[in-house]
């Protein structure tokens, strides 16, 4: 089924989409009605939406050490937003056209950390990272990895990458998430997740 089409059938018309920049983001305007909770219909809105590609985050633990793999790395919209210009993550990048999540996770890892897997990753969510405005969907994973051997600069140099591994026990992280240290909103959810499970995964290292 075509936008129109599924829109439609989602109580929604789809009058107009139009492209108005197809870079590296690309965006695209759309004019649409939509029918109200009171079972009226909206006049005509103007929304344009930044079109993301899907993608996969994963959060490396390692439950014999209690330790986490995370990443740093210069995110130019977070300096002009006044936030740290070096921002601490998980690992995350887009899933490549016709790539399965789980082989995106594997290459992300090993592409931004250099760590192995060990064991079948475990899906943590499915979501929309900014629906109000972006179609991104992030593939959110955690997988299990020795972080003994873990640290280094990593990044594909024909992206321009300049990646630096931080791992650091597990204390450390859950008080990152709490005194703003941690500003992505991927990887708190990814260290909420881990607080929840935290126990199970260290009773089956």
Known sequence: MDDAGRLRAEGYTLLAHDRCHDGFLKLDRYQVRHRRFDGTTTPVLDREIVVGADCVGVLLYDPVHDAVVLIEQ???????TGEDAIQVEIVAGRIDPG???LAAVEREVREE???VILGAPERIAVALISPGY???RLHLYCAIVDAGAAGGLHGLATEDEDIRVL???YDTFAAWQTD???ANLFTLHAGLWL???RD???SGA
């Open 74 to 80: 210069f995110r130019l919209p977070a300096a002009v």
């Open 99 to 101: 790539e399965p999540p």
């Open 113 to 115: 950390t250099g760590c």
């Open 134 to 136: 972006n179609t991104e």
């Open 167 to 169: 791992v650091q026990p």
């Open 180 to 182: 703003g240290r941690i």
């Open 195 to 197: 607080a929840l499970n």
């Open 200 to 202: 199970r995964l260290r």
